[in-house]
């Protein structure tokens, strides 16, 4: 395929492009999803699509299809070509880029499993979900019902381009998903939600802590917890944040903020404040594409999408705006290295500057210590998604979360929604906890400019922060 | 590359080509394949920067049953040999699990196809040239001679089809086309930084510019000079027909879906025929609107598309449902089998397994003029003007939702006041419907496949 992949980019260069890159990926995602006793979804989807972009005048056109045949591929080249060229006299931005050394992969660039899922049937995997969906089911009587999915992401993705770059390996991501409704006495709904994933092989789902009956009894626990949470109070109180929300946050409030398409065409408010405080001291947030997945979890992304190796990239050094999140051109725009930031969903969208897996870096406290700082609020736990504004103005749903008193868990909440400006947030931190956790999964993933679901890792510690607006009741 | 008036034929002859050699394999099993095509091209311009794009989303998808035991398999490309493909692994999924779903009582019977949408054959002339060309325009018109307003702009179109047909002798094909242009205009004052977003999406016509940059400038230039509210109360909400867009389809759009009815996942699943929500509010689905984006002569699985009653004068009326949940639920097909549905779609829409969305969710207009929503509000309210964030993260088991509105005026004692910095809203959706004030008679046709009028609303926590 290298040998299509190579050909694409000569016929690009014979049309006139001054710069081009051609990439295949061959991915395969499976799905499993059981509701109560019913299968939903026994799924598989082979994603198989070359993408095309050509340079002309510091100007892109991307092309791409599905077929693998040489006219089809002389086409999208001939696309991409024509797109980049009829585009070229309206730009008043130009972002071309330094050449550099043709890229080789190796063999270590692959992320290395124990059991790749490709090596497990069908079976082994329907029954992951069924043990996970009976565990759960085992936690209350209150139960609805129990929704448990099994997700897999492999495949081969290559990228060639006129620097003569020959990238050759393996993304992979797993990931086991669990939810279960309850009803309380008063015939609310209420739900738990719990997970094992990342780019990890099978000998995940045999280990402590995520196992399928983990997963399933913790979701229950969860649940159950619920029937008895009250509604939290509307207005601003101080919060502890978790972990895995505390990655939300890094990752949708200000993660998008620094990915600098944004910045260069001056829409993000963080625009041109390199080396500016924008938090406390306790706000640093880092991108990272090959992360210590053993010991923290999270994704695997040794390469992005324009052949640029990964990189950890300090975003927010104790609060000090430091780097951009990049492509090659913006990079060269803005002065900055690449950062391995370019990605794309799949083979029908362009790279785009994307997070690989967000991180508030870790502090010194113990969770105690934490709660102790926290005194009297809210600790927010888990999220449902959310939802950001270009101005860094941000809505997310916790889950679930406690109220706290004199540095005490009072009570269970009820999911909880937090507002406010990630400008205003970073100034609020007070302190992070020592533990780092990152996540990142099948389900789920991030959405910019209609690309949609990319898997991303994000992560953090546990993080006191002054004052969130939460919403709820009067 | 396909061409347009082919597509349909096209489609069929490689469905049928793919039935015959999944009979070969296993004729004791019954079998469906889809197949979609789209040709998708679109110019943004932002600051400056252009992006452009042009390509093909093309693949197929397979269903295989037998002994009430379903597998699905997809794979990207139309050629036999990835039709083939998809086949082969969804005849080896089902023979590795043999995990029996007692709901599924077969794939769609052969029926009647309903009407397809208008289309202007104008669309698929626009050229590359023309939307770079319009887009830029819609950039300056936004711009206009202000130094401090950014904007993006986006002119695209989209043509193509899809076809279904399985063993029990359905083949139906599908075709459209639309156009569309869209813009971002954000007003910067000092540390102030307002956005408003406006568009023109169609199918009758080649879409047209004219005053959508401007109307753009003009909403974010409104919302500058933004106070506090300092206020934490109940009070009526209005929500224009963007807003409002976004209610209906994160409780109705996801409540009246039969999935969430059978699943039980739904808290109006056991109450068709009472009355959930004020007599002023009716809701219906109409898939065979010629002018609405989501008119197609068939849904996804074959069944003529439809109007569907939901909610008339406040009383609930029925489900959305395609064959599977319409089954289960002993009733018919409305007609709303999707893939890959809903209100944002996915970019390989051949990918996801057969659901249920809406079509086009068309809400009846009251009489009265915005104004006139406003004047009807005594004391305090708050007026919604854009989509509020985390409006589709709502659970639709709870209905209880928490948003927060950026775009927000103030209104007191009848009348519209200025820019209020944003608040959150939090209530229940049904609750909501429960409490609908007023509907208005400014009717509009959103991209997302509602068209709607404002509502006002009463109830709803703002916190400000």
Redesign the interface.
Known sequence: MIDKLQACVAAGEKLGAQFVEARYDDLT?RTLNR?????K?????????IGITCYHDG?????????TSKR?LE??AK??F???K????????K?DFDHRPAIKSKASDTFRVKVHPRTK???YK?ELVNRALEAARETGKEI??VMTWYGELFGQKLFTNSEGATLDWEFLVVDLYCRV?SKTKDG????GVERASGTKGMELFSRKGSTPEDVGRATGANATEQLKAKACP??EFRALVENRLAGVLAHESFGHLSEA?FV????S?ITGKIGERLGTDHATIIDEGTPEIAKYGGLWIPFDDQGTPASKTVVLDKGILKHYLHNRGTAKHLKQKPTGNSRA??????PIPRMTNTYFKPGDLTEEEALENLGTGVYAIQT????????G?????AIRGYWVEGGQIKHPLR???L?GNILQFLKKVEGCTKDLMLIGGYFGGCGKE???PLPCGLGGPKMVVADV?F???? | MMEYEKLKDALLAEIDTGLKFARSLDSSAEFEIYLMYRQQSSVDISQGKVKANDGIVAGNAVRVAKDQCVSFSSSSGISAERIKLSIREAVSSLKAVSVKDERFQGFLDPMRQGREGVFATEILNLSTEDLVNAAKQLTENARGAGENIMAQSECGVDWGGFAIGNSRGVQRASASAANYCQVYAMVIKGDERRGAYTYDVTRERVFDIEGVGEQATKEATSLLGAKKLEITAEMPTLWIPKAAASYVLASLGQSANGRSVVEGLSPISERIGDKIATPRFTVHDDGQNPASLGTQAVDHEGHPQGKTAIIQQGQLKNFLFDSYYARAFNTDSTGNCSRGGGPFGATLPFESAPGISSTSLEIVPGSKSEEELIASIDGKGVMIVDLPAGIFHSDVATGEFSVVAACVFLIEEGEKRGAIQPVSVSGSFYKGFEQLLEVGNNLERTPWGVTIPSLVFDGFTIVG
């Open positions: 995602l509701t109560n006793d019913v299968w979804d026994i799924i598989l989807r082979s994603r198989a699509g100007v892109s056109g991307y092309s791409f299809t599905a077929s089809d086409e999208a696309r991409a024509k797109m980049a009829a585009a070229a006299p309206a730009a008043s931005l972002l049937d069908l079976e329907t609805q019902s409704t609310d709904l209420v739900n509307a207005g398409d260069v065409i001056g829409m408010p969903v799949h083979y029908a969208f362009v449902a998604g959310g939802q950001v504004e270009g101005d103005s941000f809505l997310f749903k999911e909880v929604s507002s209609g690309q949609y607006r919403g709820g009741k009067a």
